[in-house]
């Protein structure tokens, strides 16, 4: 068994698909397998498509209800219950921000004022998403309400790949979605798959590892998006509730055994800070998380095990 890799642009993220493999032949069509579930689920998720499930929601937002594929509203409703149990650190209507309000391309010398940043923010609101389980039905009530799948997404077609693979009889690999991924099964060296944590700042130093086979592993960082402003670094990360940057954490790694999930709770995790996050992960089964402050202070939840 060897392991075979490719990374490409999808989902606007770099994918890298590794399986093991007896033959170049075979991981090819394995990893052609994976790329092509991602597509499809980046067909029905997409914002940038006017013909995708989500714009159609956006488009009817305040309007009427849209029926969607089962597996769209169960996401939804996954991504509702995550903003329950993050009191609303993680929604997905943050659709209906101004983006010209953020513009992360570092040409932003300015914040704006926090009036308008709230005012921005005044139609994220995952309690008003109302879902139809008998229609199978998705309605936004609020005219101009966006929901977008940015901060589950990836994990989302990371896991349904990974399933798709295991279910072809794939006995390991990793798919890695710009750092949210997940792995399974073992290296051809028999060891387990394995990870380094980097030092926010500086990404090329890894100060320690962890083993992930089995395991879902997601990373939210200011240190690949960010913005000076008066010599101050400002995370992409907006706050949904201030519609301002979250400030004072560099880097949160989230483990947990499903990619989606994981993808999911690396923002909220950085949103709520340090003593509310940990609280949480400390009570939610088999989730744990390493969180960087600015001052490069590491911490940890219960249960990790860092080897450096």
Not at 29 to 42: M, S
Not at 90 to 108: A, E, H, P, Q
Request: proline share 4%.
């Amino acid at each position: 068994m060897q392991d075979y890799s490719q990374s490409l642009k999808l989902m606007g993220n770099i994918f890298t698909i590794t399986v093991l493999a007896e033959t170049e032949t075979e991981g090819q069509q394995y990893i052609a397998l994976a790329v092509d579930e991602i597509k499809r689920i980046e067909q029905l998720l997409t914002t940038f498509s006017n013909t995708s499930q989500t714009s159609s929601i956006n488009e009817n937002a305040g309007i009427q209800p849209v029926k969607v594929d089962t597996e769209v509203y169960h996401l939804i409703e996954r991504s509702i219950q995550v903003s329950k149990i993050t009191q609303g650190a993680f929604d997905i209507t943050y659709g209906g921000i101004d983006k010209s309000l953020w513009n992360f391309d570092r040409s932003m010398t300015s914040l704006p004022s926090k009036e308008e940043a709230l005012k921005s923010v005044h139609l994220i609101n995952y309690k008003n998403i109302l879902l139809n389980p008998e229609e199978g039905t998705v309605f936004l009530k609020e005219k101009g309400m966006r929901i977008g799948f940015g901060g589950i997404g990836k994990g989302y077609a990371a896991e349904m790949a990974k399933n798709l693979l295991v279910q072809h009889n794939v006995v390991g690999g990793i798919i890695n979605a710009s750092g949210d991924l997940t792995a399974w099964g073992l290296q051809p060296t028999g060891k387990p798959w394995k990870i380094g944590i980097s030092n926010p700042d500086s990404p090329e130093h890894v100060f320690s590892y962890l083993d992930i086979s089995g395991k879902a592993v997601a990373t939210s960082g200011n240190y690949e998006k960010y913005i000076m402003v008066g010599g101050k670094k400002y995370s992409h990360t907006i706050d949904p509730k201030t519609g301002l940057p979250i400030t004072s954490i560099k880097s949160v790694t989230v483990i947990t055994g499903n990619a989606e999930f994981a993808d999911a709770m690396a923002t909220p995790i950085a949103v709520m800070g340090i003593k509310a996050a940990l609280y949480m992960v400390n009570q939610v089964p088999n989730l744990h998380c390493i969180i960087i402050d600015d001052n490069n202070k590491l911490y940890t939840s219960k249960g990790i095990n860092l080897k450096t």
